[in-house]
């Protein structure tokens, strides 16, 4: 009897440290407490997200928010004597929904990056830095598809072709829209990912699908088989770093970004370094 109720207490005791760990909030520290000790630790947390934040060949962190994050700590150390250690702990690096939930239930000094969407309803939620970046949402075919230049050209340009997009997504949403405008007939197929999405063009000239530019300039470098059609450009997103609420960084890093870093050549660099110099040209042509 001894034995089995000893078993049954390490079992229930091993199944509690599991659930905390599983739960366990990533915590960074605050501001204030920085102010006094002249030191501080952030947690950096990130959704993969090609030219934004991802894991290289060799296990580094690349991308443009982990390159503001750098100049970021730099700007702490020179303009607020404060220095900081930054550390990487995403819990769920390919699944961007979770990416969302561990940022919001963080505490203090966490950053999360990715090419995340700054939203009125995000807002409510969490903290975010000045947009660094305008998204376009691009329209994208195999390279043998003729151009679309005008939206409204759509049903019939790509008569018999189907959508290929991710659900829950901001892309789904632009796809429904048209759907509902455009294409009353169109098909849409679902896929888990952009990157599942940018193979079936590739590979099919009967499929096209809307993500964000920076799957296109990632194909670009990649040679892969795809073309991108200007009618469907939409220009209406912009990227921000998140934040858990009790952030109270959020006041300094928007200090820094706007303070002339997002003008600067430096930013320019990083973004050509990141995604390449078809994607600065493809900038110049929007302004």
């Known amino acids: 009897m001894l034995k089995s109720l ?9 199944l509690l440290v599991f659930s905390s760990m599983a739960t366990a909030q990533s915590q960074g520290d605050t501001f204030a407490a920085a102010k006094a000790s002249k030191s501080a630790k952030w947690v950096l947390t990130y959704s993969e997200a090609p030219g934004f934040a991802s894991k290289n060949a060799s296990g580094q962190m690349t991308g443009i928010c982990v390159d503001i994050m750098t100049k970021f700590q730099e700007y702490v150390q020179e303009k607020h004597g ?13 699944d961007f929904t979770k990416f969302l939930d561990e940022v919001k239930n963080s505490k203090g000094g966490v950053f999360g990056l990715s ?7 995000r807002k409510s939620i969490y903290n975010f830095s000045p947009a660094y970046i305008t998204n376009i949402g691009m329209i994208l075919t195999n390279s043998n598809v003729p151009t679309m230049t005008q939206l409204s050209d759509i049903s019939s340009k790509f008569a018999g072709m189907t959508a290929v997009t991710i659900k829950n997504s901001t892309n789904e949403k632009r796809i429904l829209d048209i759907k509902k405008q455009y294409f009353p007939s ?3 197929e679902y896929v888990p990912s952009f990157a599942k999405a940018m193979d079936a063009i590739a ?6 699908t809307n993500v964000d530019f920076t799957y296109y300039f990632e194909a670009i470098q ?3 088989s795809v073309k991108r059609h200007p009618g469907g450009d939409d220009k209406t997103e912009e990227f921000g770093i998140i934040m858990p609420k009790s952030n109270d960084w959020s006041p300094i890093l928007a200090e820094f970004m706007n303070g002339g870093f997002l003008e600067s050549v430096e930013y320019k660099k ?3 370094n990141n995604l390449g110099q078809s994607a600065m040209k493809f900038f110049d042509t929007l302004k």
Do not use: E, G, H, Q
């Open 186 to 188: 169109m098909k849409i």
């Open 222 to 224: 990649n040679r892969k």
């Open 270 to 272: 990083i973004i050509s």
């Open 6 to 14: 000893f078993k049954l207490c390490s079992a229930v005791t091993l």
């Open 115 to 121: 090419n995340t969407t700054i939203t009125t309803a």
């Open 82 to 94: 404060i220095k900081v250690s930054m550390s990487y702990n995403a819990k769920n690096p390919n």
């Open 203 to 208: 590979a099919d000239s009967k499929k096209f």
